[in-house]
């Protein structure tokens, strides 16, 4: 096996500043130059993640991509705490100072108490995006071109509750917003759908497809999808505090859609080996996944709104070594089964 080249695709979840445990995982593939990135599919931080992978794939090879995945940590790195966007500061004039002592010393923030008390409508022309600056600046020449990875982003459709998957040409900065869009911190954000007609808005993907797993079923995409996981799917402890129970059911909510494709995939593949369906009727999906439970349980909901460089180097170098870990454990594997055992998973 070594030396060959092993296609696959990647299924990036959301979660915040949580995706730099992503930035780390695809710094350790792109190091491997026996894998290929044939297809992409993220999610919120997934999804810019994948612009920045995409981009620098299509603008130079591995390198220039791995480059790209610095600069894009390194911007959001810049953007401070999400939860006190300038709109919160003008309320907050002093909340820069405390707010990360209040992470220690109380349940929540001065900017997570205003998100129970106000609507991000509420503020005006003060609202801004912070996160806007950074998605506006990729080179979406680059993020939609043809050639490179097939690259797909999920949101949610506020008014239907509905999964939109962007691609091609129809990606763009509001679309990668439109991801990320956490309802509660942003204003939904506006765009217009040729399938409707109508000017649509939509909230973070990953209350519908965290990753969407479905866009990676095309025949032309290989049948390995690894699945980069940075949402815990078990907490041992129970949530005791507001704060904590609000945390875990964020977390169950931004799980269960990728839950549910999982079980249409185990479906599938019990079809396909009791010969009741043709294997080229359905594709018979390998699964991998990537992910350090362990770290994200020691993690919490608040981490991921607060990009610190410290943080975020943090998670980058336990993302490459779960990669390592990966590589040497299961990538034998890639090409000829999966390494995930589902039973267990959606048990």
């Known amino acids: 096996m070594a030396g060959a080249i092993r296609r696959i695709n ?17 710094d350790r593939l792109l190091e491997d130059e026996t894998i290929e990135i044939a297809g992409i599919s993220g999610t919120s931080a997934g999804a810019l993640n994948g612009a920045a992978l995409k981009a620098g794939l299509v603008m130079g090879g591995r390198q220039a991509a791995r480059d790209n995945l610095d600069w894009l940590w390194a911007q959001v790195g810049a953007v401070g705490d999400m939860r006190l966007a300038g ?6 004039p002093v909340a820069g100072m405390w707010s990360g002592l209040a992470d220690r010393l109380a349940p929540f923030s001065p900017g997570e108490t205003l998100t129970r008390l106000f609507s991000p409508y509420d503020y005006g022309p003060l609202y801004s995006n912070p996160l806007r600056r950074v998605a506006e600046r990729f080179r979406y020449d680059l993020v939609c071109a043809e050639e490179g990875p097939a ?8 008014r239907t509750g509905k999964i939109r998957v962007f691609s091609g040409a129809d990606i763009s900065t509001d679309a990668i917003l439109a991801s990320a869009c956490l309802p509660t911190i942003f204003r939904a954000v506006e765009i217009d759908d040729p399938a409707t007609g109508r ?3 939509y909230w973070d993907g990953g209350y519908t497809g965290n990753p969407a797993l479905f866009p990676l079923f095309d025949p032309a995409l290989p049948k390995d999808i690894v699945v980069v996981s ?16 609000l945390d875990r059911i964020n977390e169950i909510s931004f799980n269960s859609s990728l839950l549910r ?7 599938v593949k019990g079809l396909i080996a009791a010969g009741k369906v043709d294997a080229d009727a359905m594709k018979d999906v390998y699964l991998h996944l990537v992910a350090d439970e362990d770290l994200m349980n020691r993690l919490n909901a608040r981490t991921k709104l607060v990009p610190t460089p410290g943080l975020l180097w943090e998670l980058k170098s336990a993302g490459r070594e779960a990669a390592a870990g990966f590589l040497e454990r299961d990538g034998d594997r890639i090409g000829r089964e999966g390494s995930v055992d589902l039973a267990a998973m959606i048990a």
């Open 199 to 201: 000017r649509e808005a």
């Open 261 to 267: 494709e999982l079980r249409a995939i185990r479906f």
């Open 151 to 158: 690259f797909f982003i999920a949101a949610t459709n506020v």
């Open 87 to 92: 709109w919160f500061r003008a309320f907050l």
């Open 10 to 26: 990647l299924a990036l979840q959301g979660g915040g500043a949580h995706g730099a445990f992503t930035w780390g995982v695809l």
């Open 230 to 245: 940075i949402n815990p799917m078990r907490r041992e402890e129970l949530p005791r505090s507001s704060q904590d129970i």
